[in-house]
């Protein structure tokens, strides 16, 4: 087997991207806003993904097992073989010795505001938050999402592969997130990870009350918050009746809606107007949007389980959620994730009751739990977190595993963004998302060295590139 020189590597791996994927066309049918209320989008043209080799390296699955020992072979962007022992010899192959290094899946970042909060922060560059409305389930973060940001190259050399990207917590409903591949491109539609599941940002607690009632407006309280959230889920449910009793005439017709042919006649029948808004929410009843909703307090986080219980849809995922171990037998039960900090809270009222034995006391219960950052730094060192909240438990007397820590910010992140049968293992057939670190992941003194995403090298800490052209611009001597 080969060994090339990194300079070599570099050159062989980090494919350019060839295209950008179009403007898609907007919907022409009632069953394309069904799928998620955009048209299809044109992949994206790259060159084919290098076959690699990584041998001779501690392999962790975040499956269950990690192997002193191990190997993992990316072919076609895909994990073509991941095992313990000697790599297999591949024809071919670029092969690289691991020697002394760890191999984890990438890591996922459920809670990001990188692009929509652009790096250098600024009011112009503040796009986060629609506050015009306490709910604007219509907007997309998509819309606002910057992908020269200089915070996503450095979310990269954290080991990161793949983040969503949510709109601000201002509103009861702020619009839909989305979940990008960290992969750089001219247009943030992509940038959109294949495949992934449209979300939804909900909030609820202080932060609404305190934006929309400090304008003295509605709604100024937590009864208000639940009455807002009703009235727009009342609103969407009319909706879907109206377009699901349009389809059923149009198809007895047989002259529109999803059976039949539209024949222009004068008398066919008319779709109801469609509204941004409504889209998004009967997205959400209909289970194809997940929501995630950003709670502090364990009262609030049943509110809105009892908001999902009378409109009939699902929580995927509380975000911060402080008081998550106050419920964690509630979150068990109804497999509901938790995304949260290691260590922040205090810094308000509905984050005082916070500790940082959340993850582990959720883990111990059989609940997901989850590490976000919410941070453009946190999340260049989200490994760290994830120690930090694995060994608060582990000397409370919480039975914990490293497997379960790099669960944290691996598999259970993938799971809560509908990501998890592509990524968030080192398993045969899924995505080569992949990262080398120079030593233990858990480790403070452990860097990310090598990160694959897709089967392509996209950091090399060796040879570190820039992704946005305006560092770039900034970086020139005049």
């Known amino acids: 087997m080969l060994n090339r020189p990194r300079s070599l590597l570099f050159a062989a791996l980090l494919l350019p991207v060839a295209a950008l994927a179009g403007d898609a066309a907007a919907p022409a049918s009632r069953a394309e806003l069904d799928a998620a209320g955009r048209a299809p989008v044109e992949p994206v043209v790259e060159g084919p993904a290098p076959l690699v080799v990584l041998a001779n390296a501690t392999v962790w699955t ?46 996922i970042d459920t809670h990001s505001h990188l692009g929509v909060y652009a790096s250098p922060g600024g009011k112009a560059s503040s796009d986060g938050n629609e506050s015009t409305s306490p709910t604007t389930p219509g907007v997309w973060a998509e819309h606002s999402v910057w992908p020269q940001d200089p915070g996503l190259e450095r979310a990269v050399a954290g080991g990161v592969t793949a983040i969503q990207v949510l709109p601000g917590s201002a509103n009861l409903i702020g619009g839909r997130g989305v ?165 922040w809270w205090g810094f308000k009222l509905e984050a005082f009751d916070g500790i940082p034995h959340n993850a582990a006391l959720l883990t111990e219960a059989g609940a997901l739990a989850i590490i976000h950052s919410d941070s453009g730094i946190g999340i260049q060192r989200l490994n760290q977190e994830a120690s930090k909240a694995y060994w608060t438990g582990r000397h409370a007397g919480i039975e914990l595993t490293e497997n379960d820590a790099i669960r944290w910010v691996t598999a259970n992140p993938a799971w809560a963004l509908g990501i998890d049968g592509a990524t968030g293992t080192l398993t045969k057939d899924k995505r080569g998302d992949v990262v080398v670190w120079g030593g233990h992941p858990l480790s403070i003194y452990s860097s990310a060295e090598l990160v694959f995403v897709n089967g392509r090298l996209r950091y090399d800490k060796q040879r570190p590139g820039q992704w946005s052209d305006f560092e770039v611009g900034q970086g020139v001597d005049r």
């Open 179 to 343: 979940v990008l591949q960290m992969v750089p491109h001219r247009g943030s539609r992509a940038m959109r990870f294949p495949g992934a599941p449209e979300t939804v940002k909900m909030a609820c607690g202080e932060n609404p009350k305190r934006v929309y009632g400090g304008k003295g407006g509605a709604p100024s309280t937590r009864m208000g918050n639940l009455r807002s959230h009703r009235q727009a889920f009342l609103d969407a449910q009319h909706a879907m009746h109206e377009w699901d009793d349009w389809d059923e005439k149009a198809a007895k017709a047989g002259k529109g809606g999803k059976k039949g042919k539209s024949k222009g006649n004068d008398d066919s029948p008319k779709p109801p107007k469609r509204d941004l808004n409504t889209e998004t929410l009967i997205g959400v009843l209909k289970g194809e949007i997940l929501p995630q909703i950003h709670c502090y307090r364990a009262d609030d986080m049943l509110s809105i389980l009892q908001l999902a219980d009378e409109f009939g849809f699902s929580v995927r995922s509380f975000h911060h959620a402080l008081e998550a171990y106050k419920i964690r037998d509630v979150l068990a039960e109804r497999q509901v994730a938790s995304s949260t900090w290691a260590d």
């Open 62 to 107: 975040a499956d269950g097992d990690i192997w002193e020992r191990g190997y993992v072979v990316l072919k076609d962007g895909r994990i073509f073989a991941v095992g313990e022992g000697d790599a297999p010899t591949v024809p071919a192959a670029t092969v690289l010795d691991q020697t002394g290094k760890h191999i984890t899946p990438g890591l």
